[in-house]
């Protein structure tokens, strides 16, 4: 069979079982993450029919997907927002390694593998997926509720603090001296503070050159400079997912709104690649002789995460429903993951299968987390909290709050958008 052929039908039977795979998360009420990711893992290397011809297409595809997520994500929020949550948050991002990083780094040691190996399987464990959280975050309309910004500060942060980690891990990889170690170290940094600096006090140029009446042109230019600017940002050692956030904020106005309007069925579209992917690329075969301890650490570090979150949210003042919401969002670990335990496995060889078993575990929990981390510690409460009226006995009214209603307890608009911006 002819090569773009071959192409052609792979590409069609995948995006026909996503949609088929989607609508059939929809009827049961909950995120269609997990069944991408199962069905990339039954159709992947080692799995029940491997696609060999789109392979390369749906790699690309993955890569744009979680470019495309960060920057609808960065375009909810304004730079200004972005620096207030930054200084904000930083205690709970502080809190955030120490409660993930550890348990990953304590882990390679008890395991034998020594320092270097630790510092990789902590940044496994200590960062939370952008991606599978931005997607979470539409499907269940949750990007209106008053937690949200504190969500996004703590990814912010961790996808931010990359910048200095990836640069570090990666001369400690290759035993590079502390002069070249440092020297990537300050291009990164220098990266981040440069595109930070002209959202903040260019925004408005930015936004007044790309913007177009033409919805062809706005979509053309848009999703052009996003590209650029995550390539070059990958290039200079910082994430690309970084970049493409930063472009997001960026833009605002109208531009904001006709971009998002534009783009959201293409994110979609290539979300759903990029979690398939993840699934293509792992051998079923060598998740068995990992799966213990990957479930373990998985455990462990899922408790570690909600707890994160009801840190983080507590200091921003959301109520207590917002506050296990929170927790259960940021549960989700995936892509960051998975690169740097990629970088790992020259070092220490084990870690990839350890690390794949455990993104796997966690990136299925993780919507599942989100999802029902707060009614379980409701019902829980309840449960603990309270005891049964007597027969008859008439029950007390009940105090009223001395908190006001927050937006939190409020769900997003239809669609799950809700725009921040004026």
């Known amino acids: 069979m002819h090569d773009t052929t071959a192409l052609l039908i792979e590409l069609g039977a995948i995006i026909l079982g996503l949609g088929i795979l989607g609508r059939l998360a929809g009827r049961v009420g909950f995120s269609p993450i997990p069944l991408y990711l199962l069905a990339g893992l039954a159709f992947g290397h080692g799995g ?22 960060l920057l609808l994500l960065g375009l909810e929020y304004s730079a200004s927002e972005l620096v207030t949550n930054l200084k904000t948050q930083y205690p709970s991002g502080i809190v955030d390694f120490v409660l993930n990083a550890v348990p990953g780094a304590v882990a390679a040691l008890v395991l034998g593998w020594g320092p270097v190996a630790a510092v990789a399987l902590g940044g496994v464990t200590w960062i939370s997926s952008s991606g599978v959280i931005a997607k979470v975050l539409g499907d269940l309309g949750r990007l209106g509720n008053r937690e949200t910004p504190v969500i996004l500060g703590v990814l912010v942060i961790e996808d931010l603090a990359m910048a200095v980690y990836l640069p570090l891990l990666t001369a400690l990889l290759a035993g590079l001296s502390l002069a070249g170690g440092s020297l990537t170290l300050l291009i990164s940094l220098g990266t981040v503070g440069a595109v930070l600096y002209v959202a903040l006090r260019h925004g408005r140029l930015i936004s007044r050159a790309v913007s177009s009446d033409n919805p062809e042109m706005l979509l053309l230019v848009v999703l052009g400079l996003t590209v650029l600017v995550a390539g070059v940002a990958q290039q200079l050692q910082v994430s690309a997912a970084v970049g493409a956030f930063l472009v997001g904020i960026a833009l605002s106005g109208e531009v904001a709104e006709g971009a998002h309007h534009l ?14 992917f993840f699934g293509l690329n792992t051998d079923p075969a060598a998740i068995p002789p990992v799966l213990v301890p990957a479930l373990i650490l998985a455990v462990i570090t899922a408790g ?8 983080a ?16 969002t940021l549960v989700a670990r995936g892509e960051f993951s998975i690169v740097i335990a990629g970088l790992a496995v020259g070092v220490e060889p084990r870690i990839g299968p350890l690390a794949t078993a455990y993104v796997l575990i966690l990136v299925i929990l993780g919507p599942l987390a989100a999802r029902w981390t707060e009614p379980v510690a409701r019902r829980t409460a309840r449960l603990l909290g309270r005891t049964p009226a007597p027969a008859g006995a008439v029950p007390a009214p009940a105090a009223p709050s001395p908190e006001p209603a927050a937006a939190e307890e409020s769900p997003a608009a239809p669609g799950g958008t809700v725009r921040t911006r004026g």
Not at 304 to 310: L, Q, V, Y
């Open 48 to 69: 029940l029919l491997p696609l060999n011809a789109s392979e390369e297409f749906v790699s690309t595809g993955a890569e744009i997907g979680v470019i495309l997520l």
């Open 263 to 276: 783009l959201a069925p293409m994110r979609d579209l290539f979300a759903a690649v990029f979690f398939v």
């Open 304 to 311: 570690t995460k909600i707890a994160t979150g009801w840190f």
């Open 313 to 328: 949210a507590r200091r921003a003042g959301v109520r207590t429903a917002g506050r296990w919401r929170t927790g259960g």
